[in-house]
């Protein structure tokens, strides 16, 4: 079984801090994702990456940064934290290896509440 | 601007019951199309998926329907079953950016006694 995991489930910080939030998969998957889940609005993804240090934007960046130096692991970054950002976080990861019709796996979530 | 729609926000059912769940998609590439369930405070899980090559899938109380033509899709659940009862978000694919996938908002799901 994959195994995603995320480095904390509940995350309070104040206006202005910087905030890390990282994910680690188990699977030798090379596709890796964060999103950001907030009512009436989906899943919105924030960041992805297809290999070591490479990253692409998804559809919401802004106030985000990511890294990732080691293949089962990726970090988001919120540079300066701000209250829009309160949200649920959700890592993901598939293996384009695994074929073309496959499923995201997800991590548990890291409610982060920015005050 | 949303990609994957799904329009009702929230749903009611009484155990035993059909629960239908409805998602449309405006971009035309798009050829895999998932659903996945998520309970309060956890990740989403995969529940069932369908190819633009098939109108059908079934996997036990699961069943999820494609209409290409009218970029539509939905998601039976028969019968509804209190563990049901969770945020269901329909999510796809397109052709050629496979592994990245566009999610709609979520629709509730409350299965009552």
């Known amino acids: 079984d994959v195994k995603v995991t995320q480095s904390s489930r509940y995350l309070v910080k104040r206006t202005g801090e910087k905030v890390f939030l990282e994910c680690v998969q188990d699977m030798d998957h090379e596709n890796m994702f964060w999103y950001r889940q907030d009512p009436g609005l989906g899943l919105r993804l924030i960041y992805f990456?297809?290999?070591?240090?490479?990253?692409e934007k998804g559809d919401i960046p802004e106030g985000y940064s990511v890294s990732r130096e080691k293949k089962e692991r990726f970090s988001l970054i919120l540079e300066s934290a701000s209250t829009n950002q309160t949200s649920m976080y959700l890592c993901?990861?598939?293996?384009?290896?695994?074929?073309?019709?496959?499923?995201?796996?997800f991590g548990p979530g890291t409610r982060l509440t920015v005050l | 601007d949303q990609q994957v729609k799904q329009n009702s926000p929230s749903l009611s059912v009484q155990e035993g019951r059909i629960s239908i769940l409805n998602c449309d998609y405006t971009?035309?590439?798009?050829?895999?199309f998932l659903w996945y369930k998520k309970y309060p405070a956890e990740g989403p899980t995969f529940l069932i998926s369908i190819s633009s090559i098939k109108d059908k899938n079934e996997d036990g109380r699961f069943t999820v329907f494609l209409n290409k033509s009218a970029k539509h899709l939905s998601l039976h659940i028969v019968p509804s079953q209190p563990g049901d009862s969770a945020v269901y978000f329909c999510?796809?694919?397109?052709?050629?950016?496979?592994?990245?996938?566009?999610f709609g908002a979520g629709t509730q799901v409350v299965v009552t006694p």
């Open positions: 990456s297809y290999d070591v240090k490479m990253k």
């Open positions: 971009n035309s590439m798009f050829d895999y």
């Open positions: 999510a796809a694919s397109a052709v050629g950016s496979w592994g990245k996938f566009q």
């Open positions: 993901a990861t598939i293996s384009p290896r695994s074929g073309r019709y496959n499923e995201q796996f």
